[in-house]
């Protein structure tokens, strides 16, 4: 009789303990994942949402490229400066925080981001699905129209057909590259892609005859050509037209609504326009939305 209490009364203490391991195994709480997380990439119960974090520190930390005049580049005093500076400094400000800037080559943006850098993107980012499955974005805050890049002097390419067999530029890791190759290449038959990290290396080499032609939007080639001296020109109709927005880590829900609040409201109250017709000398075609 005792002998079968002791076993019995074991078997019941172990069921015990292996319920409460069970229960209490996770010291972040029940179903919370890693960094605190719930599973699904958000913070855990009682945690505070990126937006929440960005308000608390007065700061939010922008990623961009710093080289790609007038979006993005250092001004002669070192500053950084441009059209995208200016929208993430308004954006800021509309969130009661301020705008930290944290350069970064573009091949590595999407990683810098992830990594947890910087807070959002403001570099030109180009609204794409491939990209939404790896970031969220706030509404467009522009769009830009792609065009080809030649020499003056060159003649032989007008339109996208006569890319076949010429030497092609483009910025390594943009939404311009995955176009050259997934939909031009198929359509236009081989040529040589040539990936550039920075764009003044591109028109560069285009300049100096060691690619025959690149893609891009004339806003963003116009400062360079004229600081230069590039003898080249913008060819044939668009290609394309590219509605860039204000990427951030996937998950924070809270941080795109409040991200196009203020662009909405900058676009209402004038300050979009101010901004715009500041660095491209006109009123921009349409509401970037």
Known sequence: ???????????????????????????????????????????????????????????????????????????????????????AKEVAKRLGVKAEFVTQDWSGMIAGLQAKKFDAVISQMTITDERKQQMDFSDPYITNDVKIIVKDSNTSITKVEDFKGKNIGVGLGTNDETFLRTELMPKVGKFTIKTYDDVIMSLADLNNGRIDATINNIYALKPIIDENGYKIKAVGKPLKSDQAGIAVRKNNPELVEALNTALNHMRDDGTYTNIFKKWFGEEPAAPAA
Do not use: H
Not at 46 to 54: F, H, K, R, V
Not at 58 to 65: A, C, N, T, Y
Not at 69 to 84: M, Q, R, T, V
């Open 1 to 87: 009789m005792y002998r079968k209490w002791r076993y019995g009364g074991l078997a019941a203490v172990c069921f015990i303990v292996l319920l409460l391991a069970a229960c209490g195994g996770n010291s972040n709480g029940a179903g919370a994942g890693k960094n605190g997380t719930n599973g699904t990439g958000s913070p855990a119960a009682g945690e505070s949402n990126l937006l929440e974090q960005i308000k608390a520190s007065g700061v939010l930390k922008v990623g961009l490229m710093g080289t790609y005049a007038p979006y993005n580049f250092l001004n002669k005093n070192k500053e950084l400066d441009g059209f995208d500076v200016d929208i």
